[in-house]
């Protein structure tokens, strides 16, 4: 595996708007950690990096957004999921998206999480 400058793996995420996912309620967060997560507080995402897609564990084809499969390579892009929960610590998830679903979803003020 590749060296990743930690600087520039920095300011490549900090790049990326951070968008709130408006219904994470098709998503099955146990499935995903493997425990009981509670109640989804809020879930925020950032699109991947172009250079670091290649990186990140993808959790699911579902696009995160919409719940449809994201079967057309041309018309997806890999999202990190940030999701907040009542009875569970923040974790990360990479998921796919469709990028006409991504534009869709409001960017937030709140700063970008950047992954490890």
């Known amino acids: 595996m590749e060296e990743i400058d930690g600087t520039e793996w920095d300011k490549a995420w900090k790049s990326m708007p951070n968008r709130r ?6 998503i099955d967060w146990t499935s995903l950690t493997g425990y009981e997560v509670g109640k989804v507080i809020d879930v925020t995402f950032g699109e991947v990096p172009f250079k670091f897609q290649g990186l990140v564990h993808i959790s699911t084809a579902m696009c995160a957004v919409c719940g449809r499969l994201t079967d057309d390579k041309s018309d ?3 999202i990190c999921l940030s999701p907040r929960f009542t009875e569970f610590p923040p974790v990360g998830f990479g998921a796919c998206a469709h990028k ?3 534009d869709g979803c409001p960017e937030i003020e709140e700063p970008n999480p950047i992954p490890w």
Do not use: E, G, N, Q
């Open 76 to 78: 997806r892009t890999v």
């Open 100 to 102: 006409a679903c991504v």
């Open 21 to 26: 996912l408006p219904k994470p309620d098709f």
